[in-house]
C-alpha cells in the first residue's frame, strides 16, 4: 500500500481542465452546473491533485467522495461534484491515477487501461482515506456522516471501499461485479457483498453488454446473504455509462431517475 503523498510519488501534479481527450467528441446533452452559492476548485490533498466543491458556508456538511471512471477526473466528474454541493455536500474527487499516469491525454482505451491496471486497490483504498482526512481537517465536514459514490472504474472501487471503510453508505454506478484478480485487483465486489457493514447502492444497465445482468443476480444473492441492507437497482432499456451525460451512452430517464434515488439513499442511510 503506497501512502506516500510527497510530490516525488506522482507524475500527474493537476487534475484536468475539460473533458479528457479520449471522450472526444463531447455530447450536446452535457451538463454544467455553475458555482453560484459553492466553493469549487481544484485542491491539492499532500501531492495528490483533486477537486472539490462545497457550499459556501460554514457547515459542518456531509462528505461524499466521487470516484471517477478510466477518464479520471475531467469536467463531467467535477461536474457531479458541484451537483452534490448543490445538494448540500462538500463532493471530493482525488485522481486516484496521478502516480501512475495523466490518463486524461490519451486518446486509446488500451493506452488508458495500460495505466488504469498498474493502479492496486490497496492504493486506491489508502488514497481515498487521504481525502476523508483532508476533508475533516478543513473543519467543514460532519466527520460521521461520510459516504462514496463512483462511475464504472469507480463504481467497483464503491463496494470494495464500502467494505472496509468508515463510510455510512455508498452508490455504486455500474461498477464491475466479476473479474479475473491479480497482484494488483485482489478482490472482486462479489467477493465481498456478503460481508458488507454498510449499505450500498448499485445502479446499473440491463442493456450494460460488459455487466451481465447475471453478473448483477449473483451480486444480489451475495448481498441478501448478508446483513448490510444493500440494494441494487435495474434500468432495463439503459445501457453502460447511462449517467454519462457527456458520451453518446448517456439515457437522461434513468440517469435522472438514479440521481433522485442515489440522494434519497443518502438521506435514508444518514449522510
Not at 461534484?81 to 490518463?103: H, N, S, T, W
Request: with cysteine; charged share 20%; net charge positive.
Amino acid at each position: 500500500m503506497s501512502t506516500d503523498l510527497s510530490r516525488r510519488a506522482f507524475v500527474v501534479s493537476t487534475v484536468t481542465t475539460g473533458f479528457a481527450l479520449a471522450v472526444s467528441p463531447v455530447s450536446a446533452e452535457t451538463i454544467t452546473t455553475d458555482t453560484a452559492g459553492l466553493v469549487a476548485g481544484d485542491v491539492k490533498i499532500g501531492a495528490m491533485p483533486a477537486y472539490r466543491a462545497v457550499p459556501d458556508g460554514k457547515g459542518p456538511f456531509p462528505l461524499v467522495l466521487v470516484v471517477h471512471e478510466i477518464f479520471g477526473v475531467h469536467e463531467h466528474i467535477k461536474d457531479v461534484c458541484r451537483r452534490l454541493a448543490k445538494a448540500g455536500y462538500m463532493a471530493i474527487a482525488p485522481e486516484l491515477f496521478a502516480r501512475q499516469g495523466d490518463v486524461s491525454k490519451l486518446q486509446g482505451f488500451e493506452e488508458i487501461l495500460k495505466v488504469v491496471s498498474k493502479v492496486p486497490d490497496a492504493q486506491v483504498m489508502s488514497d481515498l482515506d487521504a481525502a476523508v482526512a483532508w476533508a475533516k481537517k478543513t473543519g467543514k465536514v460532519d466527520g460521521d456522516r461520510v459516504a462514496i459514490t463512483g462511475f464504472c472504474w469507480g463504481g467497483r472501487i464503491v463496494w470494495l471501499y464500502a467494505a472496509r471503510s468508515g463510510v455510512k453508505t455508498g452508490a455504486a454506478w455500474y461498477g464491475r461485479l466479476s473479474h479475473a484478480v491479480n497482484a494488483n485487483q485482489t478482490k472482486t465486489p462479489l467477493d465481498v457483498g456478503a460481508t458488507l457493514k454498510v449499505p450500498v447502492l448499485g445502479l446499473y444497465g440491463g442493456q450494460d453488454s460488459g455487466i451481465p445482468v447475471s453478473h448483477v443476480e449473483l451480486m444480489r444473492r451475495e448481498l441478501a446473504s448478508g446483513k448490510s441492507g444493500s440494494e441494487i437497482v435495474v434500468y432495463p432499456d439503459a445501457g453502460h455509462a447511462f449517467y454519462a451525460d457527456y458520451r453518446p451512452s448517456y439515457a437522461k430517464a434513468a440517469a435522472d431517475d438514479a440521481w433522485t434515488k442515489m440522494l434519497a439513499w443518502l438521506k435514508k442511510n444518514g449522510v
